[in-house]
Every structure is written in structure tokens, then in C-alpha cells.
């Protein structure tokens, strides 16, 4: 039997308005380079979606895929500074004393237990949907793009059961994104 959690579970990641989080080659220049179009923005913003800053300070670990890792590694500058960082990988250790490494979503489970952290980003595609079907994502935030890819690699393509969630925030972005923020019903 598994003892409770003692941390929540968090997704910040964008989307196209067909549900994929990048294209076939994991190339993201469709969410990064999004081109002004004069987007429509009357709405009205009474409860706005989290935004990254506000996000992103609040979270003391982040567990991500091996590929999300590599990508990240690739950047100039290292996004993670003073957070723990865990590597969901089956494929052996890394090599970088800034990572910790779990070969399970049970094992970083228990890690991030060990560790004592309270808000978890989880990020990477196959990541969240293994901690979508392990019941350990509590909120998620999804920035919708405008347009359409129709092939790439989906969001909750290997998620095999509903989830209901409920809208804690929503708001468009000048860009075009239409960010919301969902809370996962137990």
C-alpha cells in the first residue's frame, strides 16, 4: 500500500488547439515564434489563468522525461537554478550532479517524498501522462496555440481513463494563447 503524498503535482505546457505538445521531431518554433495576427482579446479576465512567473516561483522540484532533459540541456543557460531536478529515465544514469535520477513514477514518487518539497512541475509528454495514469498530477495548466499541426506528439495520447477537472483561471494572452488553468477532480 502507498502512503499519501506530501507534495502536488503541477503541468505548465502549451498546446496546439489539437491537443500535440510538439511536432514529430520535438521541435516547438510553432509555440516559441508565434506570429501577431491582431488576435480578438475583449474578454473579460475576472479569474486569469496562472502565468510562468507565478508558476514557476512557487515550485521547489521538477521531474521531466530524458528527452524534455536533453532538450533543456541544450539551452544557454541552466532554467533550473536551486530546484530539485529529477529525471524520469529507464535509460540509465546522468552524468550531471544538478539531476537526480528515477527509473519510476513510483520512484520518483517516493524521492520527491524523501526530499520534502510541497509544488512539483512535471513536464515533458510522456512524464505527465505517466503521472496522469499514476493519479499524481493535482493541477494543470495548458496554454492553447492558435493553429492546428496535425501530426506531433500528444498531450494525453497515452492517458487511458477521464479525468475531470475543474477551470480554476482562464485567460488570452497578447500572442494568442488561450491559457487555463484546470484543478484534476478526485
Known amino acids: ?81 536551486g530546484m530539485q531536478v529529477v529525471v524520469l529515465t529507464t535509460r540509465g544514469q546522468v552524468d550531471d550532479p544538478r539531476v537526480q535520477v528515477a527509473g519510476s513514477v513510483e520512484d520518483a514518487r517516493r524521492l520527491l517524498d524523501a526530499l520534502g518539497v510541497h509544488d512539483v512541475y512535471i513536464d515533458g509528454g510522456r512524464t505527465i501522462q505517466a503521472f496522469l495514469r499514476a493519479d499524481m498530477v493535482d493541477e494543470l495548466t495548458i496554454s492553447v496555440a492558435p493553429v492546428v499541426l496535425g501530426a506531433g506528439r500528444s498531450l494525453f495520447g497515452g492517458v487511458e481513463r477521464e479525468l475531470q477537472l475543474v477551470v480554476r483561471g482562464s485567460h488570452a494572452t497578447d500572442d494568442g494563447l488561450v491559457r487555463t488553468t484546470y484543478e484534476v477532480v478526485r
Open 1 to 81: 500500500m502507498t502512503t499519501a503524498r506530501t507534495w502536488r503535482g503541477r503541468v505548465f505546457i502549451g498546446a496546439s488547439v489539437d491537443g500535440k505538445i510538439a511536432r514529430d521531431d520535438g521541435t516547438l518554433d510553432w509555440l516559441t515564434d508565434l506570429p501577431a495576427r491582431g488576435h480578438n482579446l475583449n474578454a473579460a479576465i475576472e479569474h486569469p489563468a496562472l502565468i510562468w512567473n507565478t508558476f514557476i516561483e512557487k515550485i521547489d522540484a521538477i521531474v521531466m522525461g530524458r528527452a524534455t532533459y536533453e532538450t533543456v540541456t541544450g539551452f544557454d543557460e541552466w532554467p533550473f537554478e
